[in-house]
């Protein structure tokens, strides 16, 4: 027990040595501006725009600061939905760097990002659930980088990360269907693993992109029937 507690410090002591000797190696370098010092800079994060008019899941209605409207609120049972920005350009950009170009060292930036708008809007909550990705679509990649975002998220907020999502339906990427597709495609696509006994449990979904909604849709309709109180959505981009 002991032994294998102090060889996953040791794993994690290599991995940090390993990452601040490459750092001195190859310097990080913004990839957006070519400023050295971080792989996305401050000053390009700072240029992005908190998205509040519209609800970010129908992306019909006006909203006011909660990032969804009265209409989705009723039907989804998602409390607030908090972005950094919109899906385009920088974010757009990084996004795709983190997901399709293993370049995992974005993600404790953007979850800096991620932090920084959740403090702005107030919102609290005592757990913190990652969607989760087919067990063959993350063997393939190597990561869910939603889980990344969603652990580098709790050791900044000393909060609870709860993986207890799962995939249990291979789905087809999102963008590639029309409207009732999307739905159809997550329908009982994930599984909570336990259910909530606190009465104020309240959790937050983390994601990268909210492309359509229907998968935090998805994913918060298992949370609720697993008996949570209260539902965030909290992705990099919508
Ligand atoms: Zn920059
Ligand atoms: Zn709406």
């Known amino acids: 027990m002991l032994s294998s507690k102090s060889g996953v410090n040791n794993k994690r002591l290599h991995k940090g040595l390993i990452s601040t000797l490459l750092d001195l190696v190859y310097p990080p370098v913004c990839f957006n501006c070519g400023q050295e010092g971080e792989w996305l800079c401050q000053q390009?994060?700072?240029?992005?725009?908190?998205?509040?008019?519209?609800?970010?899941?129908?992306?019909?209605?006006?909203?006011?600061?909660?990032?969804?409207?009265?209409?989705?609120?009723?039907?989804?049972?998602?409390?607030?939905?908090?972005?950094?920005?919109?899906?385009?350009?920088?974010?757009?950009?990084?996004?795709h760097r983190l997901k399709y170009e293993d370049?995992?060292?974005?993600?404790?930036?953007?979850?800096?990002?991620?932090?920084?708008?959740i403090k702005q809007e107030n919102i609290e909550f005592n757990y913190i659930v990652p969607i989760p990705l087919h067990y063959r679509r993350e063997r393939q990649r190597g990561y869910n980088q939603s889980f990344l975002l969603a652990w580098e998220i709790?050791?900044?907020?000393?909060?609870?990360?709860?993986?207890?999502?799962?995939?249990?339906?291979?789905?087809?990427?999102?963008?590639?269907?029309?409207?009732?597709?999307?739905?159809?495609?997550?329908?009982?696509?994930?599984?909570?693993?336990?259910?909530?006994?606190?009465?104020?449990?309240?959790?937050?979904?983390?994601?990268?992109?909210?492309?359509?909604?229907?998968?935090?849709?998805?994913?918060?309709?298992v949370l609720r029937r697993a008996g949570a109180k209260r539902i965030y959505v909290l992705a990099i981009a919508a």
Request: charged share 30%; net charge positive.
């Open 44 to 95: 390009c994060l700072a240029q992005i725009k908190p998205l509040n008019d519209r609800c970010l899941i129908c992306r019909r209605s006006k909203t006011q600061q909660q990032g969804i409207c009265r209409r989705c609120r009723l039907e989804t049972g998602i409390d607030r939905v908090v972005v950094v920005g919109r899906f385009r350009g920088v974010l757009r950009e990084a996004i």
């Open 154 to 221: 709790c050791s900044h907020l000393r909060l609870k990360l709860l993986n207890i999502l799962t995939k249990v339906k291979k789905t087809s990427n999102q963008a590639d269907l029309d409207k009732i597709g999307r739905r159809s495609n997550v329908t009982k696509s994930f599984r909570s693993r336990v259910k909530f006994r606190k009465s104020n449990s309240r959790v937050c979904i983390v994601d990268d992109v909210l492309t359509t909604g229907a998968t935090v849709k998805e994913a918060a309709r």
């Open 103 to 117: 370049e995992r060292c974005l993600s404790p930036i953007l979850a800096g990002a991620m932090v920084r708008r």
